[in-house]
C-alpha cells in the first residue's frame, strides 16, 4: 500500500488545516487507515484512526477538535484540523494496515505558530 500524505502547513493558533491521505488501494479493503504525529523529542502518537467498517478512535488530546472521513471514490481519507494550538505542532503521518501490515506515508509538518 502507497500512501500519499498532504495538507500540512503553517497556521496561527485557532485557524484550521486539513490533511489527506490517499491510498493505493480500495480503502475498504484496508483494516484502518489514520494519523499520526510526532513533536521534536517526542514518541510518536495516533491522533485519529479509521477501521474499514467505520469504526474510530481519536486522541482524547483532539476530541472535538479535530474529525477524521474519507471519501471511498478518491481512496483518501481525510484530517480536519480545527481550533489548532501550538501543541499540535508535529509531523503528521498517514498509516494504513492492511493484512496486518503496517504502511506509512511521508510526513506533512503542520505548525501551529503566531
Known amino acids: 500500500v502507497q500512501l500519499q500524505a498532504s495538507g500540512g502547513g503553517l497556521v496561527q493558533p485557532g485557524g484550521s488545516l486539513r490533511l489527506s491521505c490517499a491510498a493505493s488501494k480500495n480503502i475498504f479493503n484496508i483494516n484502518r487507515m489514520g494519523w499520526y504525529r510526532q513533536a521534536p523529542g517526542r514518541q510518536r502518537e495516533l491522533v485519529a484512526d479509521i477501521s474499514a467498517g467505520g469504526s474510530i478512535n481519536y486522541a482524547d488530546s483532539i476530541k472535538g477538535r479535530f474529525t477524521i472521513s474519507r471519501d471511498s471514490a478518491k481512496n483518501t481519507v481525510y484530517l480536519q484540523m480545527n481550533s489548532l494550538k501550538p501543541e499540535d505542532t508535529a509531523l503528521y503521518y498517514c498509516?494504513?494496515?492492511?493484512?496486518?501490515?503496517?504502511?506509512w506515508g511521508q510526513g506533512t509538518q503542520v505548525t501551529v505558530s503566531s
Open positions: 498509516k494504513a494496515v492492511y493484512f496486518r501490515v503496517d504502511y
